[in-house]
C-alpha cells in the first residue's frame, strides 16, 4: 500500500512539472508575441525623419545608397527645414559609430547623403545642419585612413562653394586650416597616397579661402597664426615646380588637367588665388610667412625659386600694393644685412624682379626709400669688401678674402643693377629728383656736403663708392629725355656732377663723362659717334639735329665755359687712357650737335686749338702718348665740326692737315696713335707748321662764311676755381711762393744778408734802361685793350674772378705765416706751484718779421 502511494505520487508529481513546463512555454512565447507586438508599436512610433535617414542605407554597404529613400529624405528634409538639424545631427551620429566600427562603406554612404542634402537645401535653417556637417568632416580628416581623409576634403570643397544667404558670426576654421596644412607636409610611405593627400590638402586650403572671402568675417584667415600655416604649406608643395616664365610676361597659367594631377600646379593656383584676394590691410600678413619660409629653407642662393614666388606675388596682387611689397623686401634686406654677401644678392635680385613689375604700374610713396636703402647696402657692401682686403692674410685666408671679395661685387652689380632699372621706369620729374639724391651721395675729397658716412671706408673704399654711385646714376640716367639741357643739367646739379671730372681716377673721369652724354644725346646720335676717328662724310652717320632753342642758348652762355674748362683739363691728364679720349671726343660732337650755334661753335674751335698748343708747348711734362693723343683728339674734332659747320674753305684747310699728317706724321691721327704697336717721336717742337692747324687759316676760312671770327685770336684760358684743390689736382696756373723767413734766437741778424743778390754796375744799367720796358708796356697795353674788346664777358669774367681768388689765397697764406701773437712786454703769465708769476720781455729782444720793420 505504501508502494502503490509512493508510486501513485511520484505520478502526479510529474504530471505537475509537465503542466507548469506547459504553460510557462505558453506563457512564454504569448510574452515574444507582446514583445513583437511592442516593436512594431516604438517602431511606427519612431520619427520620420530617422526611419528616411535609416533607409538609405542598405543591408550590403556594397549596394551603395538608396537612391528612392534618399530622394524621400531630400523632399523630407526640403520641405521641413527646420528638421535639418536633426537629420544632421542623426546622420553624424550614424557616421560617427561607423567611423569607429571602421565601416568604411556605411561612411561612404553617409557622406554622400549630406552631400545631397547640402547641395539641396538653401535656406536660413541649413546653419545648424552645417555645425553636423562641418563635425562629420573633422571626423574624417582626423582618422588616420587617406582614404576617409580625402573623401572628407572633398566634401568640404562642395560646402566651400555654396554661397550662404546670411554670414555667420560664430563659425570658424581652425582646425580644417591646421589639418589641411598638415596634409599638404604628408610624409607617407607611399608616393602615390602621399601625393593624393597632399593634393586633398591644398584643395581644402583652397576652399577654406573661398570659404571665408566670401564670408563677412573675412578678415579672420588674413590673421597671422592662419597665414603663418597657409603661406609655407602652399610654398612647400610649390619649391618642385619648375621656372619656365621668363622676366618680361607674368608666370604662365597652368592647364585645368596639371591643376588636379600635380600638387605644384595646384599649389601655385591657390597661392595665386589668396594673394588677389588680398586687400590693404592683409597685404602684409600673406607676404611676411614667405620670408620665414625662404630664410627656414636657405632659398635665397640659388634664388631662382625665390625670384619665381616674388613674381607670382606681383602679378597676383593689385596693382596698387606692389609697394607694399617692395617694402618688406627692403625690410627683409636691412634685417639680413649681416648675412653672406650672396644671400644678400638673392635678395636685391629679388627686389630688381619685383621694382622692374612694379614700375609699370604704381610705385606709391616708395621711390627715394628704396634708393636710400640700396645706396646705404651699397655703401656696407664696400665697407665690408675694404675691411675684408684690409685684414686679408697669405695662405688660404688670403683665397677665402678674394673669394668673399668677388662676392661683395655680385651684391653691388645687383643693387646698381636694381637702382638702374628702377629708376629709368620712373617719370621724368622722379628721375630729376633720384639724380640729384645719387649726386648728393657722392664723396668728393675735402668736401662735406655728401650725405654718405664714409668714415670707415678709407680712401680705397670711398673710390670704390665714388665709381659705385656714379654707375648708379648712369643706370638711372640711361634714356632720359629732356625737353631742354636745363632741365637735364641745372645748375645744382651741374656743379656736383663735374666735380669728380677732375679727380685723378681716369674711371671716374669717364662715369662722368658718360652721365654727361646720356643727359645730353636727346636725340640718340651717341652711338653714331662711337669710337675717335676721322669720319671721312658726316652726312653718311644721318645725325638728327633740331635748332638750337632760346634755353640752350642761354644755358651755354652761363655754364658754357665750365663745360669747356672741363674738357681742357680732362685732356691734359696724365692718367688718360683711349676711352677717355673717345668720350672726350664725344663730348665736343655732343655740345656741337645739341648746344652749338655760331658763339659756341667759336668757342669750341678755340677750345681744340688751345688744346693743340699746350699738347706743343707741354707745361704740364705729359708722356709723348698722350701729347700724341690730344692732337689725335683735335684732328678727329675739327674734322668733324668742319663737316657739321658745311664752310668749303674750313673743311679743305682741315683735310689739308690732315692728309699731311697721314703721310708724314701718322700718329698725330686717332687711327694710329690709339694703335696697340705705334711709333712715337722723340719730341714734338721740330715738326712743320703745316703738320698743325691754324688760327689764321681757320679766321679766314670762317670770316668769309659770315663767321665773327675776332675771338678765334684771343687764345682760351680756363678759369680757375676751389675745384682743383678739392679734386686734388695741381692748378693750371703758375703762383708765386711767398716765402718769410722766421730768424731763430740763435742765428745773428747780420747773416741775413749773405743770401741777398750782388748789385754790379751791369745789374744797376739794365735797370736804368728803359727803352726795352716801355716797348712791352705797350704790348701789354694793345694785348689787354683787344682782349677787352674781342673776349667775351663770362671769359673776362671768369679771368677776374682767377686772378681775385688767386689774391684772396695769397694774402690768407702771408697773414697766416706773418700774424703771430707777438710777445708783450708787459711779460707772460706762467703758473709756477700754484703761483701766479708774470715774466717780462724787453722790447730790444723781441724779434720782428722782416715786412713789420722799415
Known sequence: MHLTLNGSHSCWAEKMKYKVFKSAIVNSWDFINFVEGVCCCCSALRPRYKRLVDNIFPEDP????????????????????????????????????DVVRHRSGYVLIAMEALDQLLMACHSQSIKPFVESFLHMVAKLLESGEPKLQVLGTNSFVKFANIEEDTPSYHRRYDFFVSRFSAMCHSCHSDPEIRTEIRIAGIRGIQGVVRKTVNDELRATIWEPQHMDKIVPSLLFNMQKIEEVDSRIGPPPSPSAADKEENPAVLAENCFRELLGRATFGNMNNAVRP?????????LWDPNEFAVHCFKIIMYSIQAQYSHHVIQEIL????????????????????LLEAVAIAAKGSIGPTVLEVFNTLLKHLRLSVEFEANDLQGGSVGSANLNTSTKDNDEKIVQNAIIQTIGFFGSNLPDYQRSEIMMFIMGKVPVFGTSTHTLDISQLGDLGTRRIQIMLLRSLLMVTSGYKAKTIVTALPGSFLDPLLSPSLMEDYELRQLVLEVMHNLMDRHDNRAKLRGIRIIPDVADLKIKREKICRQ??????????????????????????QKNYELLYTSLALITIELANEEVVIDLIRLAIALQDSAIINEDNLSMFHRCGIMALVAAYLNFVSQMIAVPAFCQHVSKVIEIRTMEAPYFLP??????????PKSLEKHDKSLCFLTNKIAESLGGSGYSVERLSVPYVPQVTDEDRLSRRKSI?????????????????????????????????KAIDTSGMEEQEKEKRRLVIEKFQKAPFEEIAAQCESKANLLHDRL?????????????????????????QYQSVPVYEMKFPDLCVY
Open 62 to 97: 556594397k549596394d551603395g545608397l538608396v537612391k528612392a529613400d534618399m530622394e524621400k529624405l531630400t523632399f523630407y528634409a526640403v520641405s521641413a527645414p527646420e528638421k535639418l538639424d536633426r537629420i544632421g545631427s542623426y546622420l553624424a551620429e550614424r557616421l560617427s559609430r
Open 290 to 298: 614667405v620670408f620665414a619660409h625662404l630664410d627656414h629653407h636657405k
Open 331 to 350: 625690410g627683409h634686406l636691412d634685417a639680413r644685412k649681416k648675412d653672406s654677401p650672396r644671400v644678400r644678392a638673392g635678395i636685391i635680385q629679388v
Open 552 to 577: 640752350d642758348t642761354s644755358f651755354m652762355k652761363k655754364n658754357g665755359q665750365q663745360l669747356y674748362r672741363h674738357i681742357y683739363l680732362g685732356c691734359k691728364e696724365e692718367d688718360n687712357v
Open 671 to 680: 687711327e694710329h696713335i690709339f694703335r696697340e704697336k705705334c711709333m712715337l
Open 733 to 765: 696756373v703758375d703762383t708765386v711762393s711767398i716765402q718769410v723767413d722766421i730768424l731763430p734766437n740763435s742765428i745773428p741778424s747780420d747773416d741775413v744778408v749773405s743770401n741777398t743778390e750782388e748789385i754790379t754796375f751791369e745789374a744797376l744799367k
Open 812 to 836: 690768407a697764406q702771408i697773414l697766416e705765416l706773418t700774424i703771430r701773437p707777438p710777445p708783450s712786454p708787459s711779460g707772460t703769465l706762467t703758473i709756477t706751484s700754484g703761483h701766479a
